[in-house]
């Protein structure tokens, strides 16, 4: 195997790595801490059913940006389904042996990256000419866009324009990576700018505003039903107050002096 | 009229260009030593303020989940930037809900993330200095946790939680704002904000059941301290001493008067406000209501009613079951004592408006609407109630049922434009510990979304009246609506429309009806 493709099998392990581990923690410290008060923001749902469909609403359509604003809405939505489909018509590549039926079938879901593009570059637009948005903009938050614009345009144009590596090696590399079976990887530039930003972007989740992605879930505002008067909900630490020395029962039950 | 330059109100809201530092500040005044101390907090900033500040943030992502999520989770999509009323009407881009966050967020990520330890340029990742400190006590004190950004975000991230954090690193670090503290103090010592003792409250109902008596020829009851009554009602002192406050007061005394439900006031805990949750102090918060608690207790009240007041409802409709078990479905010995006591027939803590809700549902009160012909009524939403709680137990029940009571009280209601009300109300400008002289420039300028709203219908529908639910929009307004060319007495207690329409009939001859 040649230098190029170790770096690149190692680099890919090592951003799957990072991603499992900061993800995992991140996750179980959301899950760890404690919502010590009823905070669901209007228009709260009042059971569990209803938190689930303001989640499927805010998760696959974003209803609160739709109420926001209609362009970072369309350019955003439009971006994350794009992004979507074309996770799912690259898992062919990886799949080891023969690839099932249905994923032979996504073949057109390369088209989504003109929706991926239009959509990144309609939220590098936004902002870079808005002035509210530039102003609460970091450099990062352009790297970003750039990093995933990179990675879509590399991708179209060995697709479309007629770059294309070597399939048989992206196969064989890529199943390899999954079997653990290290194969060669093609050499061409375009394809290795591709996958080495890919590496970075999974590397960078965990420690960077992809948290967005596990947030959502955690957050107290969209998933807490609106029950507080039925329930008493209350977070451990509160609770340990109470029992402890704090409050107790008799001290508050003592009649006014 | 409290001078300040203003624009004329728009035809129709813009979204102002940013005008960097429009509204930098010393901020509103801090609280003296003594006034910090009463609340257990340092007297003056403290020596080591940056470290224990960051302990202290350290602390509060831990304890709570909303602040580490938002803190992690905002992408900096922008669709809040616009959505404050404190930005559309200041211009100050520190105002917009994200760039707020950000003052937080930058030291958070400086301390506590990889990126902002290592590449703190970056992602914009800053250390809490002079600077920093005078911009967040500044800033967070021009947000009034309306909760308006939070319904906009995708995430939810809810700016409120992330200024009440901040304010109350600030108090542990000893720079604390005298306003909300002072108040804070006071309920702690006499059991208002006013500082009311019981002999001044006790006179002052008196009058009211005289001025009543005078007025209509019936003589209505306003009880205090009455240990055989069934509800105890929790009101914010504002209900005391100020128009438009006071007739609100009246009105629940009217309704309480036709339901045939005996009802007193407590003279220890005569205050429904909460400016804990303001200043994001738990502790402080759940003070105020254990004082509740314990007058419910020393009463013996099988209900609580909570007054006309917004923050007040959401502690009392959100929080109060968690900070002192006035609520249901408890299961810890601890809120359940109380829980035995309290008739669970009736949702605990309910809100006067379901009170009288219910009992026009039930046919229970007359009104003759014609004396409120002279009005056309809207309706303001106040952020509490609207963004944090419910009433009635039904989807959006906060929005329904004021506006049913009004309905039922008045001939003529229109509702202001359809993206300033409900879930989407604009602020008075006033809330979240922002009612003081010292900030009335941010005051008058953060009413402007809502005065907006108001020219239109007022435009539109001859609106001449304001009614509200909340002590501080009502006083908030009272002081701005002639700043925007208004008429400072169309600001209106809901139940003083019930009041003025109901129609009283005299219970010291007809018994008490017992289906209540
Ligand atoms: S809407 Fe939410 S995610 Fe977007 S910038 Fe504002 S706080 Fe951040
Ligand atoms: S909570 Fe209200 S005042 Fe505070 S930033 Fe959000 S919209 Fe502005």
Request: one cysteine or more; a neutral charge.
């Amino acid at each position: 195997m040649s230098l190029t493709s170790i770096i690149f099998t190692l680099f890919c392990y090592l951003s799957l790595l990072i991603f499992v581990i900061g993800l995992s923690y991140k996750i179980i410290q959301y899950s760890r801490t404690p919502a010590p008060l009823k905070i669901p923001i209007a228009p709260a749902p009042l059971k569990r059913s209803g938190v689930f469909m303001r989640m499927v609403a805010e998760v696959f359509l974003f209803k609160s940006l739709f109420k926001a604003s209609k362009w970072t809405w369309f350019f955003g939505w439009i971006f994350h389904w794009a992004l979507v489909l074309l996770f799912i018509r690259h898992l062919g590549y990886f799949w080891p042996g023969d690839t099932p039926e249905v994923l032979l079938k996504t073949e057109s879901f390369k088209y989504a990256s003109f929706p991926l593009i239009i959509g990144l570059m309609g939220l590098l637009a936004r902002r870079i000419f808005v002035d509210r948005i530039r102003y609460i903009s970091s450099p990062s938050d352009y790297l970003m866009l750039i990093l995933l614009i990179t990675i879509g345009a590399s991708g179209m144009l060995m697709t479309f324009a007629l770059y294309y590596p070597n399939m048989g090696l992206v196969y064989s590399f890529a199943e390899g990576l999954v079997t653990l079976n290290w194969s060669e990887l093609p050499s061409d530039l375009i394809f290795l700018v591709h996958i080495f930003f890919v590496f970075i972007l999974i590397a960078i989740f965990p420690i960077s505003k992809l948290l967005h992605a596990p947030g959502v879930f955690f957050s107290p505002t969209l998933n807490q039903v609106d029950n507080a008067r039925k329930r008493r909900h209350i977070s451990s630490w509160a609770m340990q107050k109470e029992t402890d020395k704090e409050v107790s029962i008799e001290q508050n039950l003592e009649k006014d002096e | 009229m409290a001078e300040v330059d203003i624009d004329k109100l728009p035809t129709y809201i813009e979204i102002p260009a940013i005008q960097k530092d429009a509204m930098a500040g010393d901020g509103p005044f801090k609280a003296s030593a003594e006034i910090q101390e009463q609340l257990g907090f340092p007297g003056e900033k403290i020596e080591n303020w940056q470290q224990v500040a960051i302990e202290k943030m350290a602390e509060t992502t831990s304890k709570y989940r909303s602040v580490q999520v938002f803190l992690d989770a905002c992408v900096k999509c922008g669709a809040c930037t616009d959505k404050c009323h404190y930005y559309l009407g200041t211009s100050d881009p520190k105002n917009m809900p994200v760039a707020r966050q950000d003052l937080f967020r930058s030291v958070y990520r400086r301390h506590f993330t990889f990126a902002g330890k290592y590449f703190p340029k970056l992602v914009g990742a800053k250390e809490l200095d002079d600077a920093m400190l005078d911009d967040w006590y500044n800033y967070f004190h021009q947000c009034s946790q309306c909760r308006r950004c939070a319904v906009f975000c995708p995430y939810g991230i809810d700016t409120a939680e992330i200024s009440m954090a901040a304010r109350e690193v600030m108090n542990v670090i000893g720079v604390g704002q005298k306003y909300s503290n002072q108040i804070l103090g006071r309920i702690n010592k006499i059991g208002n904000n006013l500082g009311m003792p019981e002999p001044a409250l006790r006179d002052t109902l008196l009058d009211l059941e005289e001025e009543i008596e005078k007025e209509t020829g019936i003589a209505v009851n306003l009880p205090l301290d009455n240990e055989h009554a069934e509800v105890l009602m929790v009101t914010p002192s504002a209900d005391f001493f100020a128009e438009p406050h006071i007739d609100g007061l009246i009105g629940y005394a009217k309704v309480f008067h036709q339901s045939g439900v005996t009802w007193t006031m407590s003279s220890y805990a005569s205050e429904a406000a909460n400016f804990g949750m303001f200043i994001g102090s738990y502790e402080v918060m759940r003070q105020g209501a254990l004082r509740i608690r314990k007058a419910a207790l020393d009463l013996g009240v099988s209900r609580i009613i909570v007054g006309e007041c917004g923050h007040a409802w959401r502690v009392a409709y959100s929080f109060w079951n968690t900070l002192s078990g006035i609520g249901g479905g408890a299961s810890d010995e601890y809120a359940l004592k109380l829980q035995r006591q309290l008739d669970s027939n009736y949702p605990q803590p309910q809100h006067i408006i379901e009170f009288t809700y219910d009992l026009i549902q039930k046919g229970i009160l007359t009104f003759d609407k014609t004396k409120n012909d002279h009005r056309k009524v809207t309706f303001h939403d106040s952020c509490n109630v609207a963004r944090g709680s419910n009433m009635g137990d039904i989807e959006n029940g906060q929005f329904i049922l004021p506006r049913e009571v009004i309905k039922a009280a008045c001939n003529h209601f229109a509702d202001m434009p359809k993206a300033t009300i409900k879930s989407s109300t604009f602020c008075c400008g006033g809330g979240g510990g922002l009612l003081t002289d010292d900030l009335i420039e941010l005051r008058i300028k953060g009413a402007m979304p809502r005065m907006q709203a108001l020219k239109q219908s007022q435009e539109n529908d001859g609106v001449n009246t304001l009614a509200a639910i909340c002590a501080i929009c009502k006083s908030q307004f009272s002081k701005v609506l002639p700043n925007y060319d208004f008429d400072p007495y169309m600001i209106v207690s809901v139940h003083q429309l019930v009041s003025d329409a109901l129609v009283l009939s005299d219970k010291s001859q007809t018994k008490a009806e017992d289906s209540l």
